[in-house]
């Protein structure tokens, strides 16, 4: 028969181990197995979050100041009015009076201006690509500097003495693109590039005149039949409010200056392409600012 104090004993030492493991099984159950590498583990939590960027997903819309310089080159315009007047005198067939340029090709205008822009962006993290529709009000005038040309030709035996004169003017009122962009987030900065349709409204009027004598002998001469004869041709051509169109490069730079206003400056260069001959370019640097919604 066991003893009642063995017995108490016993039972004691029962309760002490089940206390012990008690205590220890929620630790036994929740850590991981151990390994050689857990030595070299800092103890404590670590966590690491998405990097932040500035947000610039969504539309906005914003107004600008507008520095524009255009360039025209009227050098080909006088070439077709002289060429319909006289289709079919020799003194265009053969002598090709009609590629002689009394225009220059390098007539400049500055002019300053106002307008304003809307977009949408889509952001995946630091990389932008967006949609924007820019407008600029930035009226300017172009004015073709003349350069007489007088020269004698001489044509299937005969002479000609040629005079040729002309005028050409081009006023482009308004302008804009519809671009796509692309741009990269640095900080609080937004530069990004462009590419696109350009689009503008102007007016345009060319005059060209070639006029002489044609001779059997030389010129000048007194006129007398079939032996000198007088001629003038060519022509007159313009319109207002016409359209005209191109593509549109440049780049810039957006600043968020809060989390939905951001300032902007940027450079624009638009080749339009050419109306009655005339081939006009615009390069327009803009500072403005806009509201991201």
Wanted: charged share 10%; net charge negative.
């Amino acid at each position: 028969m066991i003893a009642p104090d063995d017995e108490r004993a016993r039972l004691m030492r029962w309760v002490i181990c089940a206390a012990i493991v008690g205590a220890l099984a929620p630790n036994l159950l929740l850590a991981p197995p151990a390994n050689a590498a857990d030595l070299d583990q800092l103890r404590g939590p670590l966590t690491v979050g998405p990097a932040a960027f500035t947000r610039w997903a969504g539309f906005y819309a914003g107004g600008q100041f507008d520095y524009s310089s255009g360039n025209t080159d009227f050098s080909k315009a006088t070439g077709p009015l002289i060429s319909n007047s006289g289709q079919n005198l020799a003194l265009v067939t053969i002598a090709q009076i009609n590629t002689w340029n009394p225009l220059n090709s390098n007539s400049n205008a500055n002019a300053t201006g106002w307008g304003g822009f809307v977009g949408y962006n889509t952001q995946w993290q630091d990389l932008i690509l967006g949609i924007e529709a820019n407008y600029t009000h930035a009226p300017f005038n172009t004015v073709a500097t003349v350069t007489p040309l007088d020269r004698v030709v001489s044509v299937a035996g005969l002479t000609d003495s040629v005079h040729m004169t002309g005028s050409g003017s081009l006023s482009i009122s308004d302008f804009g693109s519809v671009r796509a962009r692309f741009g990269y987030v640095f900080n609080n900065f937004l530069p990004y590039g462009f590419a696109g349709l350009a689009l503008g409204r102007g007016s345009y009027n060319v005059t060209a005149d070639a006029s002489g004598q044609q001779s059997t002998g030389s010129v000048p001469c007194t006129p007398a039949p079939g032996t000198c004869v007088d001629y003038d041709i060519g022509g007159a051509t313009g319109k207002s409010n016409t359209l005209l169109y191109g593509f549109a490069v440049g780049g810039g730079v957006d600043w968020a200056v809060t989390q939905n206003i951001f300032l902007r400056g940027e450079y624009e260069f638009i080749q339009f392409a050419p109306v009655a001959n005339i081939t006009a370019t615009i390069s327009s640097v803009r500072a403005g600012a806009g509201f991201k919604f």
